[in-house]
């Protein structure tokens, strides 16, 4: 069985900061995590979360929109969880930007040619705060939404990109092979349509039923992340930079003055 990877978030070299990923044994998922190991969240004031999708898919363009919507509708009907989503029609657009738009395209190139799908998300390096997340499926593979041999399900891989598009990260153990969030797919597959109580226990641990007037400073927790993508500089960056010029400052203040005490020649 040839197996394909499913990338998770892409790299967006906006930030300066290195993302930490943190673990709980107890956890059978794992959670996309920001520097301080806050979960990757949507916050209250974004749901339900809306998305457009590509008006120049692969296939069929009726079946190819139906099939997002399922995956999406999928996530949506977790009992233990809160989050939901709306559909706002389709985009032209046709490459992942921070845009406050959420758009779910086809694009020929994502970053590697064994890469099925990538999830884009843009977000604060301190809280996690989901600010723009964009899923890219890779247009050169062949594409059904019947679970045809020798195709990608566009359902089953769609499940997958919006796990990442909610909170949760891959997962590569041979236990998790059934779960949606496993990061490996394969031509006609559609188990991933199907979500794991491991999958919908990750995100309720994050967005629990009942939460919607909740804070937003997400909740939960979770085995790690591979996640790398990086938000636009926000204030939190700021601080650190005004914390490097400060020392700049001072290093070469401190240059300066060896040079006045070292004896002439």
């Not at 806050?38 to 004031?45: E, G, I, M």
């Not at 799908?117 to 059904?144: C, F, K, M, R």
């Not at 769609?158 to 779960?179: N, P, Q, R, V």
């Amino acid at each position: 069985m040839r197996k394909i990877t499913l990338k998770s978030a892409g790299v967006i070299f906006i930030s300066l900061f290195m993302l930490f990923s943190y673990a709980a044994s107890s956890r059978a998922y794992k959670l996309e995590t920001a520097e301080y190991g806050n979960p990757l969240h949507w916050t209250p004031d974004k749901i339900p979360v809306e998305y457009r999708i590509t008006n120049a898919p692969p296939i069929n363009a009726d079946v190819f929109i139906q099939a997002i919507q399922n995956a999406f509708n999928t996530w949506q009907a977790v009992p233990s969880a809160s989050i939901t989503f709306r559909y706002a029609g389709t985009t032209g657009t046709r490459k992942p930007a921070y845009d406050g738009v959420n758009n779910i395209i086809t694009k020929n190139k994502v970053s590697g040619s064994d890469v099925v799908g990538q999830t884009y998300i843009y977000y604060t390096v301190d809280e996690g705060v989901i600010l723009d997340a964009d899923i890219v499926l890779n247009s050169s593979y062949p594409w059904s939404t019947d679970g045809a041999p020798g195709k990608m399900d566009v359902q089953n891989a769609a499940t997958h990109e919006i796990g990442h598009f909610c909170c949760l990260d891959d997962l590569y153990s041979d236990a998790d092979k059934e779960k949606t969030m496993y990061g490996y797919i394969d031509y006609g597959e559609t188990k991933k349509r199907t979500l794991d109580p491991d999958d919908m226990a990750g995100l309720a641990s994050v967005y629990p039923a009942g939460s919607s007037d909740s804070d937003d400073s997400g909740g939960g927790s979770g085995c790690g992340t591979v996640s790398s993508g990086h938000p636009p500089p926000g204030p939190h960056d700021i601080n650190f930079l005004w914390l490097f010029l400060l020392l700049l400052v001072l290093g070469t203040r401190y240059i300066f003055m060896a040079r006045e005490k070292s004896p002439s020649r």
